[in-house]
């Protein structure tokens, strides 16, 4: 006996509506977090270090591709690296030569 469609869509509407009343639960927690760590009435030493803490944590640096090492010589230019990352890849996903069997 096939389930009608009409039974799948009913779960796949009530999965959305559970999806999104868990999402709003979970922004409304952390927005009640954020609060109580910034706009705390105790100002004492463990309130900054909680703060320092989470702005810590939320800190994102993109430093890109490091300078890289090549013939004894280190590139810092994007060109190079890029020349020496391609080369890389190159030597590493090239077509293996077939073997040659010399006595």
Known sequence: MKRSCSHKSHYTEKLK????????QIRNA?????ESVIFSDTLGPGHKKKFYNFVKHKKTE??????LNSEG??????VSKDNILKKQFE???SKPSPL???Q
Do not use: E, M, V
Request: charged share 15%; hydrophobic share 30%.
């Open 30 to 34: 952390y927005w009640s977090y954020l």
């Open 91 to 93: 030597s590493a996903f």
């Open 62 to 67: 993109n430093i890109g591709i490091t300078p």
């Open 73 to 78: 010589h280190t590139h810092s230019d994007p």
């Open 100 to 102: 040659s069997l010399k």
């Open 17 to 24: 509506h559970l999806k999104s009343t868990i999402q709003k």
